[in-house]
């Protein structure tokens, strides 16, 4: 590794950890924007569906992630920065889709008899990317911050819909005093579905969470066929998209995700995904691509 | 994207991965002796000065040297006290001997070194460093093969040259240097310390003639090798080929000092047909430390190599996912322990199929998490 990622990867670190600490966001997003996608739930509660933003912003993620180097080049003044959330923002056509996902979760969740609220515009970022980028000590402050948060707001269970938020959570509570209950939506839920897929695991629910058996058994009960190959779907063999790499490499993250898709389309062309960032790098390779909240009910 | 290499890999692990796991579920008791093992390991780990001390008596007692390195340089001036004037030696394979360097060392000094494992002998005359820990060639196809066999064995050798005439071209050539050599060098895949044994398994019968036809064997190995009994020893061995999809092994050697015989009234005499000296040396180059560190479970590894097909920073950047011969998601691991080397890490994608597959059931993706920590903690 040259010094020049290091350097890079130093000034990111940096930025987003000022950043998180001063307004639990890791980089400035218009908050306002991305929680409008429902005014139905109850503001707090003592369960709270949490979406870290991660399904509204994943298909900027890779613009940032493009723009980072040079913005660590130049050191862009935080007052311009924060014009980029203004600057930078998904297409209609994605945002819709991220909004109808959030939505069928919340109805999914709720012919399930479970009640919740959201914190809205309020909603921190949960650290994730500090996490997975090895930055521990930073992770480990900003979850006693995120704590704090929580608790002040009298949160006791949370509701997670996406690996990386409930990953960051659920090992905030092997690192630090963090004792409120973390619940993926998934385990939560019996849905109904359709169609024949292959399915490209979560690395965080199938492997690292351990959520590989589950996953498959409620998709099976639910009326959606699955396709399997040792090589390419078992917990074993299956392998990632090649997302957090692109902190590292663009490049390199777009290729694997390319190989990864050529392995997937060996078994079926339709492809189903769990991950809002597995299916931002896996669908420019992948034309029949759906999150498993796209096609359940 | 490098498309031989792609290729090279897609074959490896279709040839390997359905194997392994057959040999698994064909033989239930190796996944219950990993776990037997793995608690074996970690009482080591715990009281590792003990367990060296005690490899050490047994290694005496049965009439062997015993030598403790605490880093690279430490351990070649102790192989060069040894080899003294002797100028052919053979090698088996190991990644420790290309930790401390021992190859290019020796060749400095002029001797005639020459690696035995056919995979380890393509790697040297190709100049080159191993790209997986037990199949250090997978990354050289039977064309670049053929070449390389041509510019530097045989002539006759081009690339409709069948896979079995090349295997016997370079036998030809080995039993030569096996003939001549005067040291061998080997590692080592367990070592017991009631009885000072080293176990050695391979498929090739290479690491037989380098243990037995020179006047000398010297065994170089890390302190993570230690095992605390022979049955324990023997355990390690068969997970390690297991996993690593050779079940049965062909052979596993085991060396219990220099070579001796009772023959005459009963009374043992060394040396006899085999070798007259033998030597252990097991070397420390920031073993301990990682013990005494949040890196102990790495340790734990015994190199079968299954890892590397779980890893889609393996598949995609082979060698350079890593520091060879430490590459791969264990290898991440190896160059932190011994190199200090965390640079890699930041290739690492978490996708944790290396813990799933590790028969020591190392979590792997929250050690490269440590080491990536280590890297950026600036």
């Known amino acids: 590794m040259d010094d020049d990622t290091l350097n890079r990867i130093l000034k990111m670190k940096n930025m987003v950890f000022e950043n998180l600490m001063e307004s639990y966001l890791p980089f400035p997003i218009d908050k306002k924007y991305y929680s409008s996608w429902t005014d139905k739930l109850p503001k707090d509660g003592d369960t709270v569906i949490y979406t870290s933003y991660m399904y509204q912003i994943s298909g900027i993620l890779k613009r940032y992630e493009k723009l980072f180097p040079k913005i660590s080049n130049i050191n862009v003044p935080k007052r311009l920065m924060g014009l980029s959330k203004f600057l930078i923002k998904p297409g209609e056509s994605e945002i819709k889709r991220s909004f109808s996902i959030m939505n069928n979760i919340v109805n999914i969740l709720q012919k399930n008899h479970i009640n919740f609220g959201y914190l809205y515009d309020d909603e921190p970022y949960s650290g994730a990317i500090l996490l997975e980028s090895g930055f521990l000590k930073e992770f480990m402050e900003y979850g006693n911050k995120l704590n704090d948060f ?9 509701i997670t819909l996406d690996p990386h938020t409930t990953n960051a959570l659920k090992r905030l509570k092997t690192m630090i005093n963090f004792d409120i209950d973390v619940k993926n939506y998934i385990e939560l839920i019996n849905f109904n579905g359709s169609g024949e897929y292959v399915i490209h695991d979560s690395c965080l629910y199938s492997r690292a969470m351990d959520m590989y058996g589950l996953i498959r058994d409620k998709i099976n009960k639910s009326g959606i066929k699955i396709n399997e190959n040792y ?3 078992s917990k074993d063999m299956g392998t990632c998209c090649g997302g957090p790499l692109s902190l590292i490499s663009v490049n390199d993250s777009d290729e694997i995700a390319k190989l990864r898709s050529e392995k997937l389309l060996k078994i079926n062309n339709n492809v189903l995904v769990m991950c809002p960032l597995c299916y931002q790098n896996l669908s420019p390779h992948v034309e029949n691509i759906k999150d498993l909240a796209e096609v359940i009910s | 994207m490098n498309y031989e290499w792609n290729v090279s890999i897609d074959k490896a692990i279709l040839n390997n991965a359905p194997n392994v796991n057959k040999i698994l579920e064909d033989n239930p008791y190796i996944k219950e002796t990993a776990k037997e093992l793995r608690s074996k390991k970690l009482d080591v780990l715990g009281n590792i000065d003990f367990y060296i001390d005690k490899t050490e008596e047994s290694v005496k007692r049965s009439g062997g040297n015993f030598h403790f390195a605490k880093d690279s340089s430490e351990a070649m001036e102790i192989v060069k006290g040894i080899i003294k004037n002797n100028k052919n030696i053979v090698l088996s394979k190991s990644n420790v001997l290309y930790e401390i360097k021992l190859r290019e060392e020796l060749s400095k000094l002029g001797k005639d070194v020459w ?5 380890e002998y ?8 191993p ?3 037990i199949a250090p060639a ?17 002539k006759s050798i081009n690339e409709n040259t069948s896979v079995e005439d090349m295997v016997k071209a370079v036998r030809k050539f080995l039993m030569e240097k096996y003939l001549a050599s005067e040291v061998g060098i080997t590692g080592a895949n367990a070592i017991s310390a009631d009885t000072g044994s080293v176990l050695l398994i391979e498929n090739e019968g290479n690491i037989r003639m380098d243990t037995v036809l020179p006047g000398i064997h010297i065994a170089i190995t890390g302190i993570d090798k230690i095992v605390p009994t022979l049955k324990d020893a023997f355990n390690e061995v068969i997970v390690q080929a297991s996993y690593a999809g050779f079940y049965p092994p062909t052979y596993i050697n085991v060396t219990s000092g220099p070579s001796a015989t009772g023959d005459i009234e009963l009374q043992k005499v060394s040396p006899a047909t085999g070798p007259r000296e033998f030597h252990l040396i097991v070397i420390d180059n920031g073993r301990k430390e990682a013990i005494n560190s949040d890196l102990r479970e790495s340790l734990l590894c015994i190199r079968c190599g299954r890892c590397y097909f779980s890893c889609p920073a393996y598949k995609y950047y082979g060698k350079d ?3 060879s011969p430490y ?23 978490h996708s944790g199929g290396c813990k799933e597959v590790c028969p020591m059931d190392i979590n792997i993706p929250e050690m490269i998490e440590k080491i990536k920590f280590r890297y950026t903690d600036k």
């Open chain 2, 122 to 129: 393509l790697v040297q005359i190709n100049n080159d460093m």
């Open chain 1, 150 to 158: 929580f608790k002040s707001r009298g949160i006791k269970r949370i």
């Open chain 2, 321 to 323: 996912f890593g520091d």
């Open chain 2, 115 to 119: 690696e035995t494992d056919l995979g």
């Open chain 1, 231 to 233: 090589l390419t779907t």
């Open chain 2, 327 to 349: 590459t791969g998601p264990t290898g991440i691991m190896w160059s932190a322990v011994t190199a200090k080397k965390y640079d890699k890490s930041l290739l690492c994608m």
């Open chain 2, 131 to 133: 790209s997986h820990l």
């Open chain 2, 138 to 154: 997978i990354h050289l196809s039977k064309e670049r093969i053929s070449k390389l066999l041509n510019e530097n064995l045989d």
